[in-house]
């Protein structure tokens, strides 16, 4: 069976702090992405990351970072210097690729952030 | 998320009324999927599509629920006889293809449904 975990239903930080998101992935398929995305108060899904389970190297986009670890099943995700901005709620998810798959996401349950100035 | 167009945004329906609710894929998307979120949970898929074609509904309820792309036009979710325990939002996403690559599936900003 497939699953996603976010184990972290709600973080609050004061602005400029460093936090990081956790999301744990269960799958015994070898083919597979992950995924992270935003959701503002505004309540759209903003695509944030998409990573194959082929390439772990870690990726730096601005503020943002991730690290992917098989060894551990994780995908973090860390925010540097947060913003009021980046308060919302951040989902992770899984798609399975391999044969018979439909490439459909398993989401994690998110994580809400709060920023506070 | 730009391109995927969903309508309405926001729906109300009276109990036992129909709700319909579109989706347009981003431009050259050919796939199509609906995911609801029901309040203080996560996203759950219902169902995929491709032109004409349902190609995975294990996660649609049912009864009441259907889902069609037809060769033009939208994609269309249909719920019918709503219940108050159908409120939620309703997102549709689109992608490229099934396959390794092209894969990111891009989300629609939402249609959310509240039962009267």
């Known amino acids: 069976a497939q699953k996603v975990t976010q184990a972290q239903t709600e973080i609050s930080v004061v602005e400029k702090e460093d936090v990081t998101l956790d999301c744990v992935y269960e799958t015994r398929d070898t083919t597979y992405y992950l995924f992270w995305y935003k959701q503002p108060p505004s309540g759209e899904l903003v695509f944030l990351i998409r990573r194959n389970s082929f390439d772990e190297q870690n990726e730096i986009s601005g503020r943002y970072s991730w690290n992917f670890q098989k060894s551990t099943s994780s995908f973090n995700f860390t925010i540097t210097a947060s913003q009021v901005v980046d308060s919302a709620v951040y989902f992770c998810a899984l798609s399975l690729h391999g044969s018979g798959n439909t490439g459909k996401l398993i989401f994690g349950q998110g994580t809400t952030l709060q920023v506070k100035p | 998320n730009a391109g995927v167009m969903q309508n309405p945004r926001h729906l109300v329906r009276r109990r036992g009324q129909e709700a319909r609710l579109r989706c347009s894929p981003m431009k050259g998307h050919s796939h199509v999927y609906w995911y609801r979120q029901l309040p203080e949970e996560g996203l759950k898929f219902m169902v995929y599509l491709q032109k004409e074609n349902i190609i995975d509904e294990s996660g649609m309820p049912k009864e009441r629920f259907s889902a069609e792309f037809p060769k033009e036009g939208p994609s269309i979710l249909r719920i019918q006889q709503v219940v108050r325990g159908d409120s939620a939002a309703y997102f549709c996403?689109?992608?490229?293809?099934?396959?390794?690559?092209?894969?990111?599936?891009?989300f629609g900003e939402g249609s959310w449904l509240t039962v009267v």
């Open positions: 996403a689109s992608s490229t293809g099934a396959g390794l690559a092209g894969n990111t599936i891009y």
